[in-house]
């Protein structure tokens, strides 16, 4: 996956499809933060099947909180850590 648009795209729907957003994934900002103040509104929740979703999709295993946290920032965070991880067989 070297089109970092397309990757972008894909991770904004699957967190509308795993979330179950009520909006779509052209309207969630590549730099959008997810949580917190001025955020989607992600909660706790949306946190661990978001953690769930980023092993299944593309193999990202987080080693503690911190790195996760850091990583779940904005889609733009996601995308970065995606090219370091090998993508599982689809």
Do not use: C, W
């Amino acid at each position: 996956m070297n089109d970092s648009t397309e990757l972008k795209a894909q991770i904004k729907q699957m967190l509308v499809d795993n979330l179950m957003l009520k909006i779509t994934a052209a309207e969630i900002g590549d730099d959008q933060k997810l949580f917190g103040p001025g955020s989607l509104g992600l909660d706790s929740v949306d946190a661990l099947q978001l953690v769930v979703a980023l092993e299944k999709n593309y193999g990202l295993k987080f080693s503690d909180a911190e790195a996760a946290r850091k990583m779940m920032q904005t889609v733009n965070t996601i995308a970065a850590a995606v090219p370091e991880h090998p993508s599982p067989a689809r």
